[in-house]
């Protein structure tokens, strides 16, 4: 059994460490929070340059084809990092639809475009309030032309192109859903960034008001592309909250470290020695399954659906746990703007919701583990 | 990544499964297959016996302990070699039980401190089953606090007297021989006055007393001691080395890895799958969905973190700190979920003889299940550790440390 | 048992309503209702002076404070009309936010150990909402452990000086007045070297700095004092008697906040009787139902757990320590009402502007600003601790400060 990166991906993670720690301190998330740039497009064009962007990309569409364990390592980082960029919306969910479903034309188009960081992609699934699932879907397509609102949009207001799902027929089912792929700056595209409890992300409304667009894979089997994209997404993100989650865990310890009170380390507090060792419980529960989650990614196992939710579900946890618990171990310094704890419990709150709440995935983990067991 | 075994480890698989195989008592399959079945340990039926044949079996081909030096009744086998064979042997695994102690805990400290001729003498017999051996650490003074234990050894001649009693002692009734951990020097701070012996449970002066437990089950006992002589030649370590001596004891009961420790999640689940309440199947109800979701990435989370340490074992690496969270984690997790099972019951919930499915066996699991979060380490004493040994949050301050054993207070209010 | 009035108590809640029917800020009242967590904020006008124009109101007709006696703007109402006189002021009490502090724990110290005429001349005032006050407790060193404080207060003739610096002190940028708690003595013990002052908030040398808080807004700031001048005739019990004193602010402190601490329930239970799944109503939803059912239960426990004190209050008793579970219980539950709200939002939880979020965004200030909760008045860790001593008598930490002088204990971790 080797269920561990390997040193080459532990080399690179050390690598993203390192060069996020530079590129991507605590003031570089502050610039974004603060509304002084929308995202930080320094740092994304050092990520391309890293090669971070193309990382599971082929080489024959401008990636370095290393792989989804690559991507899982980075993005660990990317989440410790809490970094100020419309990474997961391009990468996660705009190149893997691409990868999954796109033409040749469709990928030579835009896979090296993100690969070099000349374009930002978001996929526009959601429309209002409520969870993946076809009967939301009202935008509707006809004849290649979109008509309808999304919202929220991942990085919306600042993405270049959309793979959007539309509605191209009214039976019922699953298959009344296709997925288009947008240029946003066509005719008829209108964003309008929303704020969001989380500012160092984007979120955006976009309407389509006879907008062309082109499909991206077959007509009307939008729905199960985009069940894969969102498995997908649900691994490399829960490596997101799971960088997330270890940071703010080691937030807590070393404040517990420094802060005195009543003439000693509040770590020596059993309230709060406890407190963190239950973070760091959820912590390892999390980090164990999303790493089966890489695996079944990597080797496009059956048991993908599964691992995805499990690790999904586990990282949600765990970063929420970690980061609220972040700001009491800090007590009146964790409310305050000025630390960083409260930038890591946005980010916590806002990817547990990113891909659909931790309800929808707890109803798909089961019913997941139900078809798994009745199909052995 | 992936789960494959090296070619080495494909080969060690195959020829234990084929002895396996040839040799397990398949007449017992299903009823060991059974989560009520665990208990061999309280030996209901004759189980020790059971359990006893197969041990024997293992060793003469051995099977026996295999990660113990072939001179003292092991393979030599490698870590990873050893959680091999505990995936093979599977079910069987559970007629281990009454030996768990005497292997993982007793056995490496002997190996650690006995001399050569001693370890010759009692390993090999300790592998296979033929005696059963106790640790006897616990006192009424002092469970977590071992350090705070009152048994008395005085040395006489080339003897030890022994006058005192032990605590929770499991499998004491059944035991040949057991480790205990005595105070030799009371004028000396706690942890500096101990020492450690082993002795011949059969002794003049050992008395076995089973303590009903709140299951209703016996698996623990009082000892009392009595001008009990042990030979100084069965000390463990130097006089006075009695706590160091008992943290390799401690650390090895702590180190299983791939010890399966039940969660009871497989078994909630194939209970919800089957069940049908008023509007359905439980497992389409919308509430118990989300309650087993929580608890499936808990269980698949315990698992995949084994997974992690075996695979460090594999490469030849020390394990992380990340397996310290198994017991903390399945602990209140069996417990939270035999209540939830029962409370899908409705009523009927609260009968422990229950109909032929369940026959039982949540009713069983919320009786065992708050030994779990007390055995081998209470629940706080696990955060403690992950807190101080992991986090490096440093560790409780302490009133009885170097202060003599005999003036520190010994009763709550 | 019964939940009556007695008729006493029945007439006072009939005048009470009648007045409050012909004179409340209706205008208000709908953005008061939706109103979250944090600091209340109007669309249409200027919360500081609304509230002040509803206290100031209230006063005239002797309703401000009611349980304080009269000579200092009360009108000596029993603790039990105290407590109708809340029930019936519902979402206008909302309006008092401002005024607890001073209130619920300045004015009970001013009264118990201020002069006579200090406290005929500066009590009324601040019943009536004109002054507003604050406390000035906590430090950069000391939050739980507010004896362990370092702002100094050195005698020079009649007066003492005062150098250092508190932190936290919610509403200090719009008070007049605060209560001050400083160092008296470095040399003894810690808890034995402190004393107790009220002081203007405008003196020379008194600089109120905002702090950006993690939700974005600024409720509480940082205070310096640099050779601030206080007259000994404003020193509130003995010197070197501080810290008894400011135990008197605390007890008050935990009876306020513990009084009507918000649980998100009621907020939460509307909002999934209203929204609409994908397969029904919320409400409807057995996952949602079981979650609701349980923090239900949690919150009609506190209700009627204030309910007991409350009869206790109405028999002339001194409550027992069951309210104590309060805030311990109710801020844990806003975080975790909160972070559900959203969660069945689902992908649009994470809006938060007035316009795009459901509920106005109400569920995502709450998610916001309820790990503040945890924290101030006492940190959840704090309240087991006092919960754990003070009712079920369990042993107080193993303390290395007690007896210590103060400059000897050791400040900074490793
Ligand atoms: C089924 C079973 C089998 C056992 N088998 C054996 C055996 O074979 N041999 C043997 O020697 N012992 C055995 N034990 C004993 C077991 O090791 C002790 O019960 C355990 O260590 C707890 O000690 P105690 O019972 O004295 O409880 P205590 O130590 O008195 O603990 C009481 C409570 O106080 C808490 N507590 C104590 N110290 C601290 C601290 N420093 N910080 C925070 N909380 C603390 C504990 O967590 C617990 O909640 C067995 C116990 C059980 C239940
Ligand atoms: C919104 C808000 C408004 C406030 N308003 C005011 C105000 O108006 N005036 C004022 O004086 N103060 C005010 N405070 C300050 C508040 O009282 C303190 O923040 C609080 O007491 C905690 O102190 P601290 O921030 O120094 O945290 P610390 O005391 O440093 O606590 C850090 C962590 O250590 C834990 N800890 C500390 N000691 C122990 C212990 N003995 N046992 C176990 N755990 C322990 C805490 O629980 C916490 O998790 C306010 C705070 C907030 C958040």
């Not at chain 1, 084809?65 to 991507?71: D, I, R, S």
């Not at chain 3, 919610?170 to 470095?186: E, K, M, N, V, W």
Request: charged share 25%; net charge neutral.
């Amino acid at each position: 059994m080797n269920f561990d990166f390997s040193d080459d991906q532990k080399q690179l993670r050390d690598e993203a460490r390192r060069f996020l720690t530079e590129k991507c301190p605590p003031k570089a998330v502050r610039e974004v929070i603060d509304g002084k740039a929308t995202y930080d497009r320094e740092l994304w064009k050092g990520l391309a340059d890293m090669g971070f962007l193309g990382v599971a990309i082929p080489e024959a569409f401008g990636g370095s084809g290393a792989g989804h364990l690559e991507l899982c390592v980075i993005a660990e980082e990317m989440g410790r990092a809490l970094a100020p960029v419309p990474f997961s919306s391009t990468v996660y969910l705009a190149a893997e639809a691409l990868m999954l479903a796109g033409s040749d034309a469709q990928k030579q188009k835009w896979l090296p475009a993100i690969a070099s960081g000349a374009a930002v992609g978001t996929l526009a699934l959601f429309e209002g309030s409520g969870n993946p699932s076809p009967g939301a879907i009202k935008l509707t397509a006809s004849n290649g032309t979109l008509n309808g609102i999304k919202k929220p949009v991942p990085d919306g207001a600042v993405a270049d192109f959309a793979i959007v799902a539309a509605r191209t027929a009214s039976t019922g089912r699953e298959t009344d859903i296709s997925l288009f792929l947008v240029d946003l700056t066509s005719e008829g595209v209108e964003a309008k960034a929303l704020t969001n409890i989380d500012p160092s992300r984007g979120q955006a409304e976009i309407s389509f008001k006879n907008v062309k667009a082109e499909l991206l894979g077959p007509a009307n089997e939008g729905w199960s592309i985009l069940t894969r994209v969102l498995d997908r997404a649900a691994v490399l993100i829960a490596f997101e909250q799971v960088g997330g989650a270890d940071r703010a865990l080691e937030m807590g310890r070393d404040y517990a470290l420094d802060r005195i009170a009543f003439g000693r380390q509040i770590g020596s507090f059993q309230a709060v020695k406890h407190m963190l060792a239950d973070m760091y419980v959820s912590a390892t529960l999390a980090r164990s399954n999303c790493y089966y989650g890489a695996w079944a990614l990597s080797t496009n196992a059956s048991e993908l659906p599964e691992a995805a939710a499990a690790a999904r579900i586990s990282a949600t946890q765990a970063f929420q746990h970690c980061a609220k618990n972040n700001i009491q171990v800090h007590g009146g310094m964790g409310f305050t703007w000025e630390f960083d704890c409260h930038l890591y419990y946005r980010r916590s709150n806002a990817l547990a919701l990113g891909l659909g709440s931790l309800s929808y995935w707890e109803d798909a983990l089961i019913d997941r583990m139900r078809q798994r067991n009745a199909a052995a | 990544m992936n789960f494959d075994d090296t070619p080495q480890e494909a080969a060690f698989r195959a020829e234990a499964r084929a002895w396996i195989d040839a040799n397990a008592p398949k007449e017992l399959e299903a009823e060991l297959s059974k989560p009520s079945a665990k208990r061999a340990s309280e030996n209901r039926d004759g189980m020790i016996d059971v359990a006893k044949a197969w041990q024997k079996k293992k060793a003469d081909a051995g099977w026996a302990c295999l990660h113990w030096p072939k001179d003292y009744g092991g393979r030599g086998s490698t870590p990873i070699e050893r959680v091999i064979w505990q995936q093979e042997e599977g079910v069987y695994d559970k007629l281990s039980r009454p030996f768990a102690i005497g292997q993982g805990m007793c056995g490496p400290t002997v190996m650690a401190y006995a001399d050569e001729e001693q370890k010759r003498k009692y390993l090999p017999p300790l592998a296979s089953g033929e005696t059963i051996w106790c640790q006897l650490f616990s006192e009424p003074a002092g469970g977590s606090d071992v350090a705070g234990l009152r048994t008395r050894a005085e040395k006489d001649g080339d003897d030890w007297i022994v006058n005192g009693q032990k605590i929770w002692t499991s499998g004491a009734h059944y035991s040949d021989f057991g480790i205990l951990i005595t105070r030799t020097d009371a004028n000396v701070p706690k942890h500096k006055g101990l020492t450690m012996f082993f002795l011949d449970m059969k002794s003049p002066g050992v008395e076995v007393k089973p303590i009903k437990q709140a299951n209703g089950m016996q698996e623990f006992n009082e000892v009392f001691f009595t001008n009990v002589r042990i030979p100084d030649s069965q000390r463990l370590g130097a006089v006075g080395d009695g706590w160091n001596v008992s943290l390799t004891t401690l650390m090895n009961e702590r180190m299983s890895i791939g010890a399966r420790l039940s969660t009871g999640f497989p078994e909630l689940f194939e209970f919800c799958s089957n069940l049908m309440l008023e509007d359905g199947l439980a497992i389409d109800d919308r509430s118990v969905r989300s309650k087993l979701a929580s608890w499936a990435v808990k269980n698949s989370g315990l698992k995949y973190t084994s997974y992690r340490s075996i695979s460090a074992l594999s490469k030849g690496d020390r394990p992380g700190p990340e397996n310290s969270i198994g017991k903390l984690v399945s602990g209140s997790m069996l417990q939270d979920i035999a209540m939830f099972a029962a409370d899908l019951q409705g009523a009927s919930g609260a009968l422990t003889d229950g109909d032929a499915d369940t026959a039982g066996q949540f009713q069983a699991m919320i009786l065992q299940s708050p030994s779990m979060r007390i055995a081998g380490g209470t629940d706080e004493i696990l955060r403690n550790i992950i807190a101080e040994r992991v986090l490096g949050l440093p560790g409780d301050i302490r009133v009885d440390k170097d202060v003599p054993f005999n003036k520190i207070p010994t009763k709550g209010r | 048992m019964n939940f009556d009035d007695t008729p006493q108590e029945a007439a006072f809640r009939a005048e009470a309503k009648a007045w409050i029917a012909a004179n409340a800020p209706k205008q208000y009242e709908d953005e008061l209702k939706k109103a979250s967590l944090g600091r209340i904020q109007l669309r249409s006008a200027n919360i500081l002076e609304v509230a002040k124009a509803w206290q100031k109101k209230k006063a005239d007709a002797g309703w401000a404070v009611p349980h304080w006696p009269k000579d200092y703007g009360g009108r000596r109402a029993s603790p039990i009309e105290r407590v109708i006189w809340q029930q019936e002021e519902g979402v206008f009490g909302k309006l008092g936010a401002l005024f607890i502090i001073g209130h619920g724990m300045c004015g009970p110290t001013m009264m118990a150990y201020a002069a006579e005429d200090q406290k005929r001349h500066y009590l009324p005032p601040l019943a009536s909402g004109e002054n507003i006050w604050c406390q000035l407790f906590s430090e950069p060193a000391g939050g739980s452990d507010v004896a362990g404080l370092r702002t100094r207060a050195e005698k020079d003739g009649a007066d003492w000086v005062i150098n250092g610096q508190k932190i936290w002190t919610s509403g200090a940028h719009y008070s007049d007045y605060g209560i001050l708690i400083t160092r008296t003595d470095p040399t003894v013990p810690k808890h034995k070297g402190l004393t107790m002052f009220f002081l203007d908030m405008k003196s020379p040398g008194v600089e109120v700095k905002p702090i950006k808080q993690a939700n974005g807004q600024a409720e509480f700031n940082e205070v310096y004092f640099t050779d601030v001048r206080i007259p000994d005739a404003q020193r509130l019990g003995a010197v070197g008697d501080g810290w008894n004193v400011s135990l008197t602010t605390l007890m008050n402190e935990r009876m306020a906040i513990g009084a009507n601490v918000a649980t998100g329930f009621p907020e939460l239970f509307e909002f999934c009787n209203n929204l609409m799944l994908e397969d029904g109503l919320a409400i409807d939803d057995r996952a949602v139902r079981s979650k609701l059912a349980s923090w239900a239960v949690r919150a009609s426990g506190l209700k009627y757990t204030s309910f007991r004190a409350i009869s206790a209050l109405s028999r002339g008793e001194r409550p027992g320590p069951e309210n104590s579970i309060g805030k311990l219980v109710a801020g844990a539950m806003l975080q975790d009402v909160a972070t559900y709200a959203l969660d069945l939002q689902g992908a649009a939880g994470v809006l938060s502007g007035p316009d795009d979020a459901e509920a106005a965004g109400k569920f995502q200030a709450m998610l916001l600003r309820s790990p503040a909760t945890r924290v101030e008045g006492g940190t959840d860790e704090i309240l087991r601790n006092i919960i754990a001593e003070r009712v079920l008598g369990l042993p107080g930490d193993i303390r290395v400060d007690k007896d210590v002088p103060f400059n000897k204990i050791p400040t900074k971790g490793r």
